[in-house]
């Protein structure tokens, strides 16, 4: 589990309505084999990509049931990278994530749904910037298998699109032709792979 400081804390909370089953599992996040991180149009032209190094989780299983399962993401805030060292400190101001005021978001769900091919939605609030908004993010769950080592392991990959206004995050600078230097709308994205021991 990674180190953890300043927090920007994400939870994704999936559970049915008695609670997380007997069945489920913890599995241990692999952080060499994982991302959390963003989207965003610069000058409306290019995508720039931000990630975050620094999190810890607490990932719940349920193999029988997915519904049943849980995954609390926690993520450090100042620990933002977007391989640009005075662009991640604008992103650290008051501009944007605003750290020392702000140091968490916080995704918790209300609901898990079966959505198209396979796929889940998982609807719940979302707190940016001490402002709560409902959302609803694509959940894709993959496995669990057995790895070559002996572990049970899954994969858990989710988005949401926001618009980062809706959050008080409030930086904005229009171009000669209207369009705006950083988009409003940001993806917000997650790849992660877990794994437990086999009794």
């Given amino acids: 589990m990674k180190r953890i400081g300043t927090l920007l804390f994400?939870?994704?909370a999936v559970l049915s309505a008695t609670g997380v089953a007997e069945a489920a599992e913890k599995y241990n996040v692999d952080s060499g084999h994982s991302y959390v991180g963003f989207t965003v149009k610069h000058l409306g032209v290019a995508s720039v990509r931000g990630e975050f190094k620094e999190y810890s989780t607490e990932l719940i299983v349920d193999e029988e049931n997915v519904l049943n399962s849980?995954?609390?993401l926690e993520i450090?805030?100042?620990?933002?990278?977007?391989d640009e060292d005075r662009r991640d400190e604008h992103l650290r101001s008051a501009d944007f994530f605003e750290v020392e005021t702000y140091p968490e978001i916080v995704f918790k769900s209300k609901r898990i749904e079966k959505g198209d091919l396979g796929r889940y939605k998982a609807t719940g609030d979302l707190?940016?910037?001490?402002?709560?908004k409902e959302v609803v993010l694509d959940l894709e769950i993959n496995g669990p298998i057995t790895d070559p080592w002996g572990n049970h392991r899954v994969g858990a990959e989710g988005e949401v699109t926001i618009n980062r206004q809706d959050y008080d995050v409030k930086f904005s600078r229009v171009m000669d032709n209207g369009g705006?230097?950083?988009?409003?709308?940001?993806?917000?994205?997650?790849?992660?792979?877990?794994?437990?021991?086999?009794?």
């Fill in 70 to 72: 849980s995954l609390v």
């Fill in 127 to 132: 707190t940016i910037h001490g402002v709560t």
């Fill in 76 to 82: 450090d805030a100042a620990s933002v990278d977007t």
């Fill in 10 to 12: 994400v939870t994704v």
């Fill in 180 to 199: 705006l230097i950083v988009a409003d709308n940001v993806l917000i994205s997650f790849a992660l792979e877990a794994s437990r021991k086999l009794e």
